[in-house]
């Protein structure tokens, strides 16, 4: 694979997309995935399976490879989705280099204990953006840290504790944007940030801030 895990080939993206999915299907309740998370990965790479060989079966046209392409990008942002959230973020601590390994990562980050546990609060702000879009500023990483997932929810009642933050992403830049759906226009966000070093262990939690999504 390149820098990023997603392999650039479709053909290597399919065999790495059908591995991911086989690991999360096995280890998606140890890990906290929601079901409803987990089926929909198996569909979207269904979808996308299908796409792939009528794409590349002799009479394909170009309607077939862009249907292919929408098909790919559903399903890759799905993956990105569960990685950050249940592999990269971990909030059960519950991930393993073999789990990795099983999901066609690599396990190299998981198994290095030189690196301290992070003990900084994330300072950060919020601003809007364009249209359903909030900016989440904060410092760039330290050294040796992945960035800084941010665990959110929107719409609902104000949250009494950060376990109430059932979302999340993992922040790789200073300055990342969240967009959102139409039908969350006029809700409001609540999130916070936690620092998570090459272990992948999370520092504590910033305090709950809030915006509304405009």
Avoid at 9 to 18: H, R
Avoid at 56 to 70: H, I, Q, V, Y
Avoid at 106 to 129: C, H, M, N, Q, S
Avoid at 160 to 185: G, M, N, V, W
């Amino acid at each position: 694979m390149s820098n990023d895990f997603i392999p650039a080939s479709e053909a290597e993206f399919l065999s790495f997309a059908t591995t991911f999915n086989a690991g999360v299907t096995a280890h998606g309740t140890l890990l906290g995935i929601p079901a409803v998370l987990q089926t929909g990965n198996t569909a979207k790479l269904t979808a996308y399976t299908a796409a792939y060989h009528i794409a590349e079966s002799p009479n394909a046209g170009k309607l077939d490879r862009e249907d292919r392409r929408e098909k790919r990008e559903d399903l890759t942002k799905n993956i990105r989705k569960i990685k950050n959230a249940y592999l990269d973020a971990d909030p059960l601590d519950a991930v393993t280099p073999e789990i990795l390994m099983d999901c066609g990562l690599p396990a190299k980050d998981r198994i290095r204990t030189d690196i301290p546990d992070p003990v900084e609060v994330v300072p950060f702000t919020l601003e809007g953006g364009e249209y359903l879009q909030i900016i989440v500023n904060h410092p760039a990483r330290p050294p040796r840290y992945n960035g800084a997932v941010a665990r959110y929810k929107a719409g609902g009642p104000a949250p009494a504790t950060h376990k109430e933050l059932t979302e999340s992403k993992l922040l790789t830049r200073p300055r990342e944007i969240l967009t959102f759906e139409d039908t969350q226009l006029g809700q409001t966000l609540y999130i916070a940030l936690y620092w998570q070093n090459e272990k992948g262990r999370l520092g504590p939690p910033s305090p709950i801030q809030a915006r509304v999504i405009a």
